[in-house]
């Protein structure tokens, strides 16, 4: 039996290349004919490690609000921005980025000051600086839901995300 060696410049060659083809894998599928900032469908193929990130929270923003009031961790805008800066940070830890979601779940609390309506336009204005950029176009499948209350009295905003590490 003859044994064939594989140099290593072309073995470290051919595990680049399919480290890069691994990467481009799941495919986000776009809805037609919109420009709204989510995947219609994401596909993952099997074999790939999946990322379940708990639901994220805001943090406090304003330390002389009243705690537990919606001043406290501001509008939802602001909420957003804040729990999708600590997912980024969450998945950083883990050697992923925003990039590698591809599923979200969003809880919504009725704003007050929107006639106990969730505000998805800010949450829409907070989302977008994250999603659907020139730096990061990735889109995740996602649903956005409207819940009677969260766990501290001023949270508006939790997110949950599953990524795929590439």
Sequence with gaps: MTKMRIPAAALAAALLLAGNATAEEVIRHKTPNSDFPIARAVEVPAGKTTVYVSGAVPSVVDEKADKGSIAAYGNTKTQTESVLKSIDKTLADLGLKMGDVVKMQVFLVGDPDKGVKMDFGG???????FFGTKEQP????RSVMQVAGLVAPGWLVEIEVTAVRP
């Design 138 to 141: 990735n889109l995740p499948a």
């Design 123 to 129: 949450f829409m204005e907070g989302y977008t600086q």
